[in-house]
């Protein structure tokens, strides 16, 4: 079984450290680039360098664990910079979730405590589920998305690239929330939440333009899907 080694030391990036513990898996240790973790150990868990060393552990499997609400952006950056290969990437499950025969979970994906898929979910690569989300039948949730803790999507539910649903939002069946936009904490989404947005409240309603580092990728994915084009692919 290959070794896990997780991008980041902070607070997600730990609790990832606890879900692979929890499922038995091989953990080596954090890759940080913050020299003063180097190391150390964050709850037990050996930050072994920064991520430069991700080239002298060709056995290693990985997962990025960052982002915060503030620059939810910054898993796909990285995951941008290293540049590896998609088989490089593992996917964490904790034990408790409940993953259905029918859904399918992309590289580099982390399911934490209590996650449940019902049927027919599809989630894509390097997507965050923190605890107790629930996510029902023929939900879709895009590359890069993050669903904090109590997230609850209804059935056939789109959650765009890069998004962020701040913890215990509701997403109304049928419903989708655009790429790179980001739902507050407790907010209820009633209506298709547009690309690059920031939407709060029961019902929610726009409250803003997205942050930058958002807006960043939503362009650069925009740039990719052109050059994509003029390639005729
Ligand atoms: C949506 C969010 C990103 C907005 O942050 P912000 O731009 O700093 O917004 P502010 O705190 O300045 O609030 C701006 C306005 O929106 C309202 N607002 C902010 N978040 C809200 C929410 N979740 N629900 C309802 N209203 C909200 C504020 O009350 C304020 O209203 P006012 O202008 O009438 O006083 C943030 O509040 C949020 O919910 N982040 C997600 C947090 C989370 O899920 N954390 C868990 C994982 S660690």
């Not at 552990?57 to 503030?70: M, W, Y």
């Not at 904790?94 to 590289?107: E, I, M």
């Not at 629930?134 to 209804?154: K, M, N, P």
């Not at 997403?171 to 209506?191: D, F, I, N, P, Y």
């Amino acid at each position: 079984m290959t070794e896990l080694v997780i991008i980041g030391a902070g607070g997600f990036a730990r609790e990832t450290a606890q879900a692979v513990r929890a499922a038995g898996l091989p953990l080596a240790g954090h890759l940080d680039d913050d020299p003063a973790l180097h190391g150390v150990e964050v709850d037990g868990v050996p930050v072994l360098g920064g991520t430069e060393r991700i080239h002298e552990l060709p056995d290693a499997s990985f997962v990025v664990c960052v982002g915060s609400p503030r620059d939810y952006a910054s898993r796909a950056r990285v995951v941008r910079r290293l540049g590896l290969p998609e088989h490089r990437y593992a996917t964490v499950v904790h034990p408790t979730a409940v993953v259905s025969a029918s859904s399918v979970l992309g590289p580099g994906t982390v399911l934490l405590a209590h996650t449940v898929l019902t049927a027919a979910v599809r989630v894509g690569r390097h997507v965050a589920v923190m605890p107790h989300t629930v996510l029902t039948h023929d939900d879709e949730v895009g590359d890069f998305a993050t669903l904090a803790s109590g997230v609850r999507l209804g059935g056939a539910a789109r959650i765009g690239r890069g998004a962020y649903l701040g913890a215990g939002s509701l997403v109304r069946e049928g419903t989708s929330v655009g790429a790179w936009s980001q739902v507050g904490m407790g907010s209820t989404v009633l209506a298709d939440v547009p690309a690059g947005e920031v939407w709060v409240g029961a019902p929610a309603r726009r409250l803003r333009a997205a942050a930058p580092p958002a807006l960043e990728q939503l362009t650069a994915d925009d740039d990719t899907t052109l050059a994509r084009g003029v390639n005729g692919r």
